[in-house]
């Protein structure tokens, strides 16, 4: 048997040299999907970036364990049975018989095993990946029994519901002996990987971020129902529609676009699909900045109308609110109070009073003795670079200055983590482990963070550098429950601690689409999760 200590110490230095040529769209057939979407990473690796562990679920490319339904309920994959400890520490993942990764290779349970410690090895000893899954289960150990095809996880700390955590994309199976993450390069990450879905990737371009999938010849689950899949990278909402309507792709995904999307939906030509998930949609507030202060924090929050910006600005796209995790969850929002509702008067006293005025008559209020400029990172995806705009329109009313960064989502995330930024753009599925607790980990600042990223980085998940003693407390209080009733009442009161603090700007909870073209394509639903793009549902049109 092949040691898995060699494959890690090759796969942590692992590279794959993919086409360089340009995607151009086939003609369509019944055989031929054009797909044009956002491409979010350059990276199908679950090690390399969270972006690149979607990615690769998204495309049909990966799968893990178990995956959501739309009700949040959990639905087996890889693994068929599973048996768990009373303690809730050790969990025993029967691997469904059969399975063969798209090169032929086994997915058994030595496999899977291999490809989870190899996730976590890289993750820990290599700066040049940013994934994080220690952050949402901290695992102790994860062995095979290759006799009996299972797999046993012990944690270091209990869990009410294991399964729910394995849907995460980071715990995507991948062949880690196949021949793009066994390849000895110096520097960088796997690129493409060899996994288990219903689309092997046959070709990549990252610059243009687009590509070539094709049906996975040994796939488990049911038929293929496309031969090949090109997907192409289109940032920009009106070209994803305008791709539409012009018969260059045959579905799209979260045009965004008030106007167009309201196109769309008029025609029969086109069938809208549109779910009201688990996103949210905000700006982190980086407290070892200037909105550190506690007045100003709470004027900029006081002077953005976050009802017009949903209802209007983007045009419905977003549902305002008050707390982080969306309304239509079961974490009884209704109950938050918000201390600092819109109100521009309000603001402007507050700073007034603070002290915090324009000494020079530039128009721009200045903190201890220096120009207010806020640096907001956004990118161009879900209306996030529209909130942004509006922000710096909404702020500038009261003085305060903002300088709107739109770049790539690869490159804001490693500018929030490395703390370059006051304010910083995302649009996060809230409970991406079926419950809150990773989403919550970005604004835990205790020594327990150093469960999830080790010694050195107490934080966690905090690149905000929030710091609340009470908000600490519920959070380990949280973690520690197995209790449901007692967790969700906990996730409240944590929420009522943030809006309190004004800890996070909410934009509003996001609602997903994905459109296709009616005549050549069937079954094209977003999901809850939209983990999961390109499904075995989607085929051809009758």
């Known amino acids: 048997m092949k040691k898995l200590k060699k494959v890690l110490a090759a796969t942590l230095a692992a590279a794959m040299v993919v086409s360089a040529s340009p995607v151009v769209s086939q003609a369509a057939s019944d055989d031929v999907l054009n797909f044009g979407c956002y491409v979010y990473s350059t990276s199908f690796d679950p090690a390399a970036y969270q972006n690149a562990a979607w990615q690769g679920v998204r495309m049909g490319v990966t799968e893990c364990l178990f995956k959501f339904n739309n009700d949040m309920s959990v639905e087996p994959m890889l693994c068929?049975?599973?048996e768990v400890s009373d303690d809730k520490i050790t969990w025993t993942f029967h691997i469904r018989d059969g399975v063969l990764f798209s090169n032929g290779d086994a997915c058994d349970a030595q496999a899977v095993a291999d490809s989870l410690n190899r996730l976590y090895y890289v993750c820990t000893n290599s700066e040049d990946y940013s994934s994080a899954p220690a952050g949402y289960i901290d695992m102790a150990s994860i062995e095979a029994d290759t006799d009996a095809n299972t797999v046993t996880i012990v944690l270091n700390t209990a869990m009410a519901d294991l399964t729910s955590a394995l849907c995460f994309p980071y715990y995507s199976i991948i062949d880690v002996y196949g021949d793009t993450t066994?390849?000895?390069?110096?520097?960088g990450y796997a690129t493409t990987v060899i996994a288990t879905g219903p689309y092997a990737l046959s070709s990549f371009d990252t610059t243009t971020k687009s590509g070539t999938l094709v049906a996975n010849e040994n796939y488990w689950n049911g038929e293929v129902p496309y031969g090949t899949v090109n997907f192409t990278f289109i940032e920009d909402d009106t070209t994803k529609a305008m791709s539409l309507m012009s018969g260059l792709v045959d579905l799209t995904e979260n045009v965004t676009t008030s106007s167009d999307l309201a196109t769309l939906e008029a025609s029969d030509a086109y069938y809208v699909s549109q779910a009201s998930g688990v996103r949210s949609g905000f700006a982190y507030i980086n407290m070892a900045g200037v909105l550190g202060n506690d007045a100003l924090r709470q004027a900029v929050r006081m002077a953005i109308d976050s009802e017009t910006m949903c209802s209007v600005t983007v045009g419905g796209m977003y549902t305002a609110g008050v707390g982080i995790l969306p309304s239509s969850l079961i974490y009884e929002d209704e109950n938050l109070d918000n201390p600092y509702a819109y109100d521009v008067d309000a603001a402007i006293a507050l700073l007034d009073e603070a002290g915090i005025v324009d000494t020079d008559g530039d128009g721009i209020r200045e903190l201890d003795g220096e120009n207010i400029n806020l640096n907001y990172v956004t990118y161009n995806n879900r209306c996030l670079s529209d909130?942004?705009?509006?922000?710096?329109?909404?702020?500038?009313?009261?003085?305060?200055?903002v300088s709107v960064n739109s770049t790539d989502s690869d490159t804001e995330w490693m500018l929030m983590q490395a703390g370059e930024y006051d304010l910083c753009d995302s649009n996060w599925i809230t409970v991406g482990t079926g419950d809150p607790t990773a989403f919550l980990l970005n604004w835990y600042g205790g020594e327990d963070g150093s469960n999830f990223y080790g010694e050195d980085n107490q934080n966690g998940t905090n690149y905000c550098n929030y710091d609340s003693d009470e908000f600490d407390a519920l959070y380990e209080q949280f973690i520690a429950s197995l209790d449901t009733d007692e967790r969700n009442e906990l996730v409240v009161e944590m929420e009522q601690v943030l809006v309190n603090?004004?800890?996070?700007?909410l934009h509003g909870y996001y609602n997903s689409t994905m459109i296709s073209n009616a005549s050549k394509v069937t079954g094209a639903e977003i999901s809850t999760f939209d983990y999961y793009w390109l499904s075995t549902d989607i085929k051809p049109a009758e």
């Not at 603090?501 to 700007?505: E, F």
């Open 182 to 187: 066994d390849a000895e390069h110096e520097g």
């Open 501 to 505: 603090d004004c800890a996070v700007l």
């Open 387 to 401: 909130f942004a705009q509006a922000i710096q329109v909404s702020l500038s009313a009261i003085g305060i200055g």
């Open 80 to 82: 068929d049975t599973y």
